[in-house]
């Protein structure tokens, strides 16, 4: 298996503009999450989805930023307007289950720069 | 989430055993005790998990203290490549839709 594919792997871009992360789960997972990792406040979750349904999403900073999962191999976090404090690197994962003990499996991660 | 304890770094000696020790006195029964580590530029990735006994795998031992209190993952022979920081998460197993709660973890050096 490819593992979690996210794209794209790098993105610079300036202060307003719109920013849209991605990500394909592992085939057969069922859930899917999204974190975010600074130096300031480490992993965060952002939001997850069982069955390509938000489940909570409590994590996102506020409604600038967006995800959506129309389908079981396909997500997207977008960041619309973007600021530099939403620097980060951003890291999908998916699990075969929402289940205590259930692996997740990470992406590589995005590294978004804002300026 | 019950909450979990680790030392900030530790060094270790390349071939030697190392002991990662994480503390989480609060735990309750159902929780899952996992370990995930991350390595330089890269997601975290999956290590081990366990319940109540000790566990091994490929990559680690899982020791669990009798109370749930407190548990240690061993790597037996560090390399190089276990550099990293290694985190110590709980996860309710009767709390569906709860999740990983990544805390500052350990970061481990291996001096060659």
Redesign the interface.
């Given at each position: 298996d490819a593992g979690?594919i996210q794209s794209p792997r790098h993105e610079v871009t300036e202060m307003g503009q719109e920013v849209t992360l991605r990500c394909k789960p592992i085939s057969g997972h069922n859930s899917l999450?999204w974190y975010r990792q600074t130096m300031m406040r480490?992993?965060?979750?952002l939001i997850?989805f069982?069955n390509n349904v938000p489940?909570?999403d409590s994590g996102m900073p506020e409604d600038r930023f967006s995800a959506k999962m129309p389908n079981a191999s396909f997500s997207t976090l977008k960041i619309q307007p973007s600021e530099p404090r939403d620097s980060a690197v951003y890291?999908c994962?998916s699990s075969r289950r929402?289940?205590?003990?259930e692996?997740?499996?990470?992406?590589?991660?995005t590294r978004l720069l804002v300026l | 989430d019950a909450k979990t304890t680790q030392p900030n770094s530790m060094e270790s000696n390349e071939e030697e055993p190392v002991h990662l020790p994480c503390n989480h006195s609060t735990i309750s029964g159902t929780d899952y005790i996992h370990w995930y580590r991350q390595l330089p530029s890269q997601g975290p990735e999956y290590v081990i998990h366990g319940l109540t006994s000790n566990v091994n795998n490929r990559m680690a031992s899982l020791a669990i203290a009798e109370d749930r209190k407190s548990s240690t993952l061993i790597l037996h022979r560090a390399t190089l490549r276990d550099a990293a920081v290694y985190y110590c998460i709980l996860r309710d197993g009767n709390n569906y839709g709860q999740n990983f709660v990544f805390g500052p973890g350990t970061r481990l050096s291996v001096l060659p």
């Amino acid at each position: 298996d490819a593992g979690v594919i996210q794209s794209p792997r790098h993105e610079v871009t300036e202060m307003g503009q719109e920013v849209t992360l991605r990500c394909k789960p592992i085939s057969g997972h069922n859930s899917l999450f999204w974190y975010r990792q600074t130096m300031m406040r480490g992993l965060e979750l952002l939001i997850y989805f069982n069955n390509n349904v938000p489940i909570d999403d409590s994590g996102m900073p506020e409604d600038r930023f967006s995800a959506k999962m129309p389908n079981a191999s396909f997500s997207t976090l977008k960041i619309q307007p973007s600021e530099p404090r939403d620097s980060a690197v951003y890291f999908c994962a998916s699990s075969r289950r929402d289940r205590a003990r259930e692996t997740q499996y990470f992406g590589p991660g995005t590294r978004l720069l804002v300026l | 989430d019950a909450k979990t304890t680790q030392p900030n770094s530790m060094e270790s000696n390349e071939e030697e055993p190392v002991h990662l020790p994480c503390n989480h006195s609060t735990i309750s029964g159902t929780d899952y005790i996992h370990w995930y580590r991350q390595l330089p530029s890269q997601g975290p990735e999956y290590v081990i998990h366990g319940l109540t006994s000790n566990v091994n795998n490929r990559m680690a031992s899982l020791a669990i203290a009798e109370d749930r209190k407190s548990s240690t993952l061993i790597l037996h022979r560090a390399t190089l490549r276990d550099a990293a920081v290694y985190y110590c998460i709980l996860r309710d197993g009767n709390n569906y839709g709860q999740n990983f709660v990544f805390g500052p973890g350990t970061r481990l050096s291996v001096l060659p």
